[in-house]
Each structure stands twice: as C-alpha cells, then as structure tokens.
C-alpha cells in the first residue's frame, strides 16, 4: 500500500473506533438499571444527543468522501464532550441516593422545583450532584456541586437554571398568536459572557438578595480580572458584582412605597465590603464607570426582556414576607412559615446571617437546620 492509502486507513480505522465508543454509550443508556435510574425523559435526551454524534461519524465515513484529520478532529472533541456530559450525568445518577448527597440534593430540588413552577419552563425537576454547579443542556438537569457550603449555596442552582430559561423561554402573543424567544434572541450572536451575565440577572429576578449575598459574599474574588478575556466563558468577577447589584436596584424599583428601595441597605453595605476589599486589589481588578456603565447596559437589555415576557409575575415581591421572618428568628420567636417559599426562606436565612456578621456574631446552627426543615417541608407540601 502507498503512503497515501496507508494514511487513509489510519483515519478511517480512527473514525470507526471513536464511533464504536458512542455506541457502547448507547448500549450503556439502554440498561435497565441504568434507564431506571435516570428516568425515561432524561435516558430519551442523552440517547438522541449521542445518536446525533453516532450520524455524524456515519457521514464522515460516507461513499462521498474520504475523512480528513481536521474533521476527524472535530468530530472526535464534539464526541468527547457527548461522552463526557452522558456519563458525568449517569455517575451523578447513581450517586444521588447516598444519603448526604441525597439530603443536599433534596435541598436544591426544593427550589428547582418551586422555579419550575414559576417559569413553566420544561425540564426535569431532579438535581444530581457534581463537582461544580451546572445544568446539562443535553438534558436539562441541574447540578449542585458537592460538597458545598450547605444552604447558602443554595441560590447559586438559580443561575443555572437561568441557562434554561434563556435557552427555552417562549413568549405567545395572544392575538397574532406570532412567538418570540426573548433571552434567545438577545443573546444570539453574543459572547458567552453574556449567557452567563443573564443567568445572574435572572437569578436576582426570581429570587432577590438570596443570590446577591451568595455571589458576592461566596464566590467571587475582589482581586480577580475586572473583565475577562475574550475567550473566557464568564464575566470578570467585578462586572458580576456590578451587574447583580444593579438588578437588585431594578429589583427594589418598584411602583410600591413600602417595596420601593427595600433592598438599599444591602446594596449600599455589599458595595462597602467590596470596595474595601478591593482596597489592595490590581488596577486590572477594579470596574471603571465607563465598563460599568456598560455591565448596567446589559443587564438592563435583560432585565426588560424578563419583565415584558411571560415572566413578568415571577418577579420576587415577598421579601417582607422574608424580612419578617428574619426578624422573628433573631428575636427568639418561631417564625411563620404560612405561605412562605423556598425563596423566602432562604432569603430569611441569609438575611439573619448577613446581620450576624454585621453585629460581629456567628450564624447560630439552629438557623441553619430551621431553613433545612422549611425547604424540605415547602418541597413536600408541593409536590403532595
């Protein structure tokens, strides 16, 4: 054989190999204990993605052509991340009945499920565990990272599943009957970046300071890159904080006296903590006003997307509600669960801590396994 044929051989041999791997995939979703486990809509979902990948080595195997290594190159990453993505999701599966993943898992369901209901948006309502939280686009299944910090993580699952609303968020009008997908539309064309600044957006939009307080207070980093490189997945850490403060200012913009600027104590305190944070911080760290000016812009664009779609009563408008609640936990009293959310709880929750560290006092543990009791509780009730 000539070099040339030789070299032909390899790539095809290569190409049926990694097309063999998808299709042990596939007998592996195919396994009763393994379908049962992640339940008929989810092994459906992973089943057609790796489908789709077993087609496309077919076509580049076809009479029409010879594969190429730049395409074989391709077709074998995108292969990967189907493999990747299945099995993580499979090993999240089986994991979920360990009992404390099962308990953290449970918790994070509560809200999913209380989002679910909310948005209407259609996805599966379990929560598996991984090392880092995510949804898998392939199946719509949101992860919780594990092990976290417990229930102030919590709010961290509505960004997330933000990803799903601004893949799938459907508007109808009702009398041309024309449809529209608003975040869709939005982010066409957009730098992932900005995927990821609209999933913040919407988790201040549905669940409030709860997920202000985690994002600034757990993961972001006051030293890190104000904004990111090009071809980084997400917003620097300062150009999130920028944008979640501002939403939380939309948030508390309201036509209501007793609701309007009820979220300006917590605003004006984060911003303190993070400008004295920043204090001996790199020049690259810090926002300028003319990159915040355009964080707010786009956080605007989305924020009017939500409020003029379908979403619009899905808005979190029961902080008094939560603020009470804080208030009686301090004080010493039971608080009233009666009608509460899981968004109130865990806004109650984070409000008592957040005053606890301002008066110099630890979170007493007994706070802690009140807000656990209450979501497990709110999720049962639901779902009864």
């Known amino acids: 054989m000539t070099v040339e044929a030789v070299n032909r051989r390899i790539l095809r041999e290569r190409a049926l190999l990694e097309q063999a791997r998808l299709r042990d995939l596939s007998s592996l979703l195919g396994e009763a204990m393994v379908a049962k486990r992640l339940g008929p809509g989810v092994t459906t979902a992973l ?28 077709r074998i990453r995108t292969g990967d991340r189907v493999l990747s993505e299945c099995l993580a999701v499979v090993a999240g599966a ?48 949101v992860r919780r990272r594990f092990p976290d910090h417990g229930i102030w993580d919590i709010p961290l699952i509505a960004h997330e599943f933000g990803h799903l609303v601004a893949r799938d ?5 009702p009398v041309s009957g024309d449809t529209s997908r608003p975040l869709a539309e939005l982010l066409a064309g957009r730098k992932r970046q900005m995927a990821e600044l609209a999933s913040d957006v919407f988790a201040v939009y549905v669940l409030g300071p709860a997920y202000v307080l985690t994002l600034v207070l ?37 036509d209501i006296p007793i609701r309007r600027g009820q979220y300006d104590f917590l605003i004006t305190e984060l911003t303190k903590w993070w400008m004295e944070a920043q204090k001996t911080a790199p020049s690259e760290a810090r926002l300028d006003d003319m990159a915040a000016a355009r964080v707010h812009a786009d956080a605007q664009k989305v924020w009017v997307r939500l409020a003029s779609s379908r979403l619009a009563e899905s808005q979190y408008l029961s902080f008094p509600r939560a603020r009470t609640m804080a208030d009686d936990l301090r004080n010493g009293r ?48 639901g779902t009864t």
């Open 47 to 74: 089943l057609q993605l790796v489908h789709q990948q077993d087609a496309a080595f077919s076509t580049l195997l076809g009479d029409d052509g010879e594969p190429t290594w730049t395409g074989l190159r391709e």
């Open 94 to 141: 089986f994991a979920r009945p360990i009992p404390p993943i099962e308990a953290a898992c449970a918790e994070a369901e509560a809200l999913t499920t209380e989002l679910y209901a909310l948005t209407r948006i259609a996805a599966d309502h379990s929560v598996i565990p991984a090392d880092a939280e995510c949804v898998s686009p392939a199946s719509s299944v």
């Open 169 to 173: 968020l459907l508007d109808v009008d």
């Open 218 to 254: 757990h993961r972001m980093d006051p030293t890190a890159r104000a904004i990111s490189y090009d071809d980084a997945t997400h917003p620097g850490d300062a150009s999130r904080v920028s944008a979640v403060l501002h939403a939380l200012e939309l948030l508390g913009a309201s």
């Open 334 to 381: 039971t608080a009233s669960c009666a009608g509460a959310s899981c968004r109130d709880v865990l806004n109650a929750a984070w409000l008592v801590r957040f005053r606890s560290w301002r008066d110099g006092i630890d979170t007493p543990d007994r706070f802690v396994a009140w807000a656990r009791t209450q979501l497990i509780e709110i999720k049962e009730c």
